[in-house]
């Protein structure tokens, strides 16, 4: 059955840039409360104001915390209040979007370079797949998550796949994908859906830090069927579809919104490894 998101509450880890920001927009348009967090330097302070302001101006409330949503005493302390927050009424929407993680390649690319080091490797995946299951952890013993609530993991087509100086973040994909099956399944008997969105190549902040990612972008535009990449709205309008329903069922998935890019495109990422 479809329902109303008017007056209900998101919480969107990686708020502040791509599909974060996207989803948080649509489902402000929805009339859905918005609790942000981000991570950002003042140079953003001007691009998070703006956003605060767009969402507000949906009529809805928001809260931002610009903090490390990987760190407990921030988990800890957010979710303590979300409760107060939401007038006990919890979340219907918990979106992880964090995209913090070492892109620097496990073997030496060349003489006098250095591999990953074993920080950089665990500090990506704590942020990009550990921490939704700690946040899922206090949610749920704080009754924050409640029959219909939809909890989305964004993963990517480089859990499957190679891509030079992804293979840290591939692995935090994989990881990701993995405990969204077991939330899945444990969360089940509380009504409560859990998935992740494989999103399509999507020109974010995040893959624009990734060195090869000029020739891979071209490559994967050209392959998508639709002979485009993927942009963040396309993904906040599967968010706002599966998060306006009140069934658990559609539940432990990895659902790709990427206009069967992933089935079209593999060579994509061959070229992108043929030009680094």
């Known amino acids: 059955m479809l329902t109303s998101l008017d007056k209900s509450w998101g919480l969107v880890l990686g708020v502040s840039s791509g599909i974060g920001r996207a989803c948080a927009l649509a489902m ?43 760190r407990k005493t ?31 390649r ?6 006098g370079a250095a591999g990953i080091s074993g920080p950089q490797l ?28 939809k909890v989305f993991a964004m993963t990517s087509a480089g859990a499957v796949q190679h891509l030079p100086s992804y ?17 899945a399944c444990e969360l089940a008997p509380r009504g409560v859906a859990v998935n992740a969105l494989r999103a399509g190549v999507t020109l974010t902040p995040a893959l624009r830090r990734i060195p090869e990612h000029h020739e891979f972008s071209r490559n994967s535009a050209r392959n998508n069927p639709h002979h485009r990449l993927t942009v963040p709205e396309d993904v906040a309008e599967a968010v706002v579809l599966l998060s ?25 990422w061959a070229g992108g490894e043929s030009g680094s």
């Open 74 to 104: 921030v988990r800890q302390e957010i979710v303590a209040g979300l409760a107060e927050l939401t007038d006990g009424a919890g979340l219907r929407v918990l979106l992880h979007s964090l995209a913090f993680g070492t892109l620097v």
């Open 167 to 183: 293979g840290a973040v591939s692995a935090a994909k994989c990881a990701l994908e993995a405990h969204v099956r077991q939330l």
């Open 28 to 70: 402000a348009q929805q009339g859905m409360n918005i609790v942000g967090v981000h991570f950002d330097t003042a140079a953003m302070d001007e691009s998070v104001t703006q956003l605060r302001e767009k969402l507000s101006s949906y009529g809805v409330r928001v809260h931002f915390h610009n903090a490390n949503a990987a």
């Open 106 to 111: 496990y073997l030496p690319a060349e003489e």
């Open 244 to 268: 306006s329903t009140t069934t658990s069922w559609i539940t432990g998935n990895t659902i790709g919104v990427d206009g069967a890019e992933l089935l079209a495109a593999g060579s994509s």
């Open 122 to 149: 665990e500090m990506t995946m704590d942020v990009m797949a550990n921490s939704l299951v700690y946040w899922v952890q206090d949610l749920a013993a704080a009754d924050l998550l409640p029959s219909g609530a």
